[in-house]
C-alpha cells in the first residue's frame, strides 16, 4: 500500500467543501490513516512550497495558504498518489474534466481546493512535514478491504 498528502486548502474550508472532497477519496475506496485540521505555520508551508521559490507567484502561493485553516490527509492505498491525483484533477479548475473534484467544485487556477503530492519521493517529503510524529497516522484494516481489492490477485 502507498501512503500519500493531501492538503484541503483554505478556499475548501472556508467554502464549507472539506466533507464533500474528504468523501470523494473515501468513496473510491482510500484509506484515511491520518487526519488534522490546523492553522500551519509559514516556515511550514514554505518548506512545502520551496520548489517554488524563485518563481513570481511564490510569495502570494504562502500567503494564500497562511491565510486560513488546512487539513491535512494521509491517504493510502493500492497506488495511491495516482489515484488521488487523477480524482483531484488538472491544477487549473477551469480546465479541470468534470468528476474530479477540481473540475466539480473549482474554477480557479490558484484558489483551487487541494493539493496531492506527485510523486512517491515528494509523497515521503511532504508526509514528515505535516506528520512528523509515527503516532499520528493511524494503522488499521477497514472491515471492507475485501470487496475493494481482490486480496488474493493485488495485495501479496
Do not use: C
Amino acid at each position: 500500500m502507498e501512503r500519500t498528502l493531501v492538503l484541503l486548502k483554505p478556499d475548501a474550508l472556508q467554502r464549507g467543501l472539506v466533507g464533500r472532497i474528504l468523501a470523494r477519496f473515501e468513496e473510491k475506496g482510500l484509506k484515511l490513516v491520518g487526519l488534522k485540521l490546523r492553522q500551519f505555520p509559514r516556515a511550514t508551508l514554505e518548506a512545502h512550497y520551496v520548489v517554488h521559490k524563485e518563481r513570481p507567484f511564490y510569495p502570494k502561493l504562502v500567503q494564500y495558504m497562511t491565510s486560513g485553516p488546512v487539513v491535512a490527509l494521509v491517504i493510502e492505498g493500492k497506488e495511491s498518489i495516482d489515484v488521488v491525483r487523477k480524482l483531484v484533477g488538472k491544477t487549473n479548475s477551469r480546465q479541470a474534466e468534470p468528476g474530479t473534484i477540481r473540475g466539480d467544485f473549482g474554477m480557479s487556477f490558484s484558489n483551487n481546493l487541494v493539493h496531492a503530492s506527485d510523486s512517491a519521493e515528494s509523497a515521503k517529503h511532504e508526509l514528515a512535514l505535516f506528520f512528523p510524529d509515527a503516532n499520528e497516522v493511524v494503522e488499521w484494516t477497514p472491515s471492507t478491504l475485501g470487496w475493494l481489492y481482490n486480496v488474493e490477485e493485488e495485495l501479496r
